[in-house]
């Protein structure tokens, strides 16, 4: 059964930047695949690491299983195309009454890709509301690259704190994109977004999945991908699908992709500033070699 986007969704998409919300999993599969989650978790000690939380699909079967999920893709394939690459995924979780957040900010600014879109469907797998921190975006704003800085603030879950200013933000139009478990929002890589802090009695947790037309093209340091429909026509190196594969295999894999993807997320804007330039040189350093060290220990 096809699950494509109807020409009413696409339409919107293609005004507001965004769409939600869509229906993806059951009831059952959406507290199956949490189950998954949070017994790895309960196995490890501890909640996913920021490593872990960044293509976790090289990783783990239920995020093996959502970035393939036929909705989704249908979906996606609704806005970009047969041809599709899953580019990264981010784990964001915000465990209950956490000062975590995200700064409203526009992913195109720094990600590097060539593309018309990348888009980021973002399943939700705990409720995503207001109270919780769900996802909040001034829907239009997709059409042109707005200015931002790297603040680096504490409790800021993005990598660098990318952060656009206050001026450039219109508060009357920010909308909250609600979800209950096993719905998704999809949204365009220039829409400005960001998500306050969980002040609910529960983990606010939302698997953001990035996709992009397999024709696009990776500025900077060569990064991988996974193909999950159709041809590649592009420049991204191709990942392998770890599903059948041992643990000690998926690590390495793992660990493989985040190095690639390494040289990009720390390199300095040609803006940054001495201070700024040290900092990103040595997070990188130490980052490379954490994921060398992993390697190893998988053999």
Same mark, same amino acid.
């Given at each position: 059964?096809?699950?494509h986007?109807?020409?009413?969704?696409?339409e919107r998409?293609q005004?507001?930047?965004?769409?939600?919300?869509?229906?993806v999993?059951?009831r059952e599969?959406?507290?199956?695949?949490?189950?998954?989650?949070e017994?790895?978790?309960?196995?490890?000690?501890?909640p996913?690491g920021?490593?872990?939380c960044n293509?976790?699909?090289?990783?783990y079967?239920?995020? %093996?299983?959502?970035?393939?999920?036929p909705?989704?893709?249908?979906?996606v394939?609704s806005?970009?195309?047969?041809d599709i690459?899953c580019y990264?995924?981010q784990l964001?979780?915000?465990?209950?009454?956490?000062?975590?957040?995200?700064?409203m900010?526009?992913?195109a600014?720094y990600?590097g890709v060539e593309?018309?879109?990348?888009?980021?469907?973002w399943?939700?797998l705990?409720?995503?509301?207001?109270?919780?921190?769900?996802?909040?975006?001034e829907?239009?704003?997709?059409?042109?690259?707005?200015?931002?800085?790297?603040?680096?603030?504490? %409790?800021?879950?993005l990598?660098?704190?990318?952060?656009?200013?206050?001026d450039?933000?219109?508060e009357?139009?920010?909308?909250y994109?609600e979800?209950?478990?096993?719905?998704m929002?999809?949204?365009h890589?220039?829409?400005?977004?960001?998500?306050?802090?969980?002040?609910?009695?529960d983990r606010?947790?939302g698997?953001?999945?990035?996709?992009?037309?397999?024709?696009?093209?990776?500025?900077?340091?060569?990064?991988s991908?996974l193909?999950?429909?159709?041809?590649?026509?592009?420049?991204?190196?191709?990942?392998?699908?770890?599903?059948?594969?041992s643990?000690?295999?998926?690590?390495?894999?793992?660990?493989?992709a985040?190095r690639?993807?390494l040289?990009?997320?720390?390199?300095?804007d040609?803006?940054a500033?001495?201070?700024?330039?040290?900092r990103?040189?040595?997070?990188?350093?130490?980052?490379?070699?954490?994921?060398?060290?992993?390697?190893?220990s998988?053999?």
């Open positions: 059964m096809s699950h986007l109807t020409q009413e969704q696409i998409y005004q507001q930047g965004c769409l939600f919300p869509v229906d999993l059951g599969d959406a507290i199956r695949l949490r189950a998954e989650l017994g790895g978790e309960k196995m490890q000690g501890h996913l920021r490593l872990q293509k976790s699909y090289l990783l079967d239920w995020a %093996d299983e959502l970035v393939h999920h909705k989704i893709l249908d979906a394939e806005l970009l195309g047969p690459l990264m995924t964001f979780t915000k465990e209950a009454g956490s000062m975590s957040y995200v700064s900010h526009q992913d600014a990600w593309a018309d879109d990348v888009i980021t469907a399943v939700a705990s409720p995503a509301t207001a109270e919780s921190g769900v996802m909040k975006v829907p239009g704003s997709h059409t042109k690259i707005l200015e931002q800085v790297n603040t680096y603030a504490k %409790d800021n879950l990598t660098r704190g990318q952060e656009i200013p206050a450039n933000l219109d009357s139009k920010q909308v994109m979800l209950q478990p096993g719905q929002s999809l949204h890589y220039r829409l400005v977004h960001g998500s306050d802090a969980n002040t609910s009695d606010r947790i698997f953001a999945i990035r996709y992009v037309a397999a024709n696009a093209n990776k500025v900077g340091s060569p990064e991908a193909l999950v429909r159709g041809k590649n026509r592009g420049n991204f190196i191709m990942e392998n699908r770890t599903r059948n594969l643990r000690k295999q998926r690590i390495r894999e793992h660990t493989r985040l690639r993807q040289h990009n997320i720390f390199e300095p040609a803006s500033s001495f201070t700024e330039n040290l990103l040189k040595i997070t990188k350093t130490a980052g490379l070699g954490l994921s060398y060290w992993k390697e190893l998988a053999r």
